[in-house]
Antibody, heavy 119, light 107 residues
């Protein structure tokens, strides 16, 4: 069974940093591209970042470019999102999501981890 | 950036109704479109990809159609478990984008 479990969310002050993790199991993690998608409270979905299976290709949304860094460790079956210079508008539930095979829909999602940026 | 217009934002319907949700793109995306269902407090779930391909395990009352700029999600006979919010997503070009969402509520 495919499982994605996020962790690392919490309350952080504006300007602070946080590192999210996503532990994957039930599939060959090193064969799939992965993503972070977020959802602000009461709002819609926003794609945040993409990383290919070998980490050779990485994309960011303009809203986080230069502040967030996506990475993965295929040996540990883990995906990460390092978030720096956090702003109030980064407050959201952050989901990790697996790319569909050979295409960029998302066929499996984690349960999400809440990041709250507030003083 | 490809802009997406999803409509309606709110849809009131009854169990057994046939409902349709529209997603229009600012430029053509071939068939690189997915539909997701999200229930309160839960992660989204993939319903349809490649505009019309049903994800494994999804009931056949869900269907998708369209290509280019205009797409539709249809639920042929609404069930109680279908009351949720639905999102379209284009994956034709970076940055991937989602529609604003359609909440299907009980009439």
């Amino acid at each position: 069974e495919v499982q994605l479990v996020e962790s690392g969310g919490g309350l952080v002050q504006p300007g602070g940093s946080l590192r999210l993790s996503c532990a994957a199991s039930g599939f060959t993690f090193s064969s799939y591209s992965m993503n972070w998608v977020r959802q602000a409270p009461g709002k819609g979905l926003e794609w945040v970042s993409y990383i290919s299976s070998s980490s050779s290709t990485i994309y960011y949304a303009d809203s986080v470019k230069g502040r967030f860094t996506i990475s993965r460790d295929n040996a540990k079956n883990s995906l990460y999102l390092q978030m720096n210079s956090l702003r109030a508008e980064d407050t959201a539930v952050y989901y990790c999501a697996r790319d569909c095979s050979s295409t960029s829909c998302y066929d499996y999602w984690g349960q999400g981890t809440l990041v709250t940026v507030s003083s | 950036v490809i802009w997406m217009t999803q409509s309606p934002s709110l849809l009131s319907a009854s169990t057994g109704d046939r409902v349709t949700i529209s997603c229009r793109m600012s430029q053509g995306i071939s068939s690189y479109l997915a539909w997701y269902q999200q229930k309160p407090g839960k992660a989204p779930e993939l319903l349809i990809y490649a505009a019309s391909t049903l994800q494994s395990g999804v009931p056949s009352r869900f269907s998708g159609s369209g290509s280019g700029t205009d797409f539709t999600l249809t639920i042929s006979c609404l069930q109680s478990e279908d009351f949720a919010t639905y999102y379209c997503q284009q994956y034709y070009s970076f940055p991937w984008t989602f529609g604003q969402g359609t909440k299907v509520e009980i009439k």
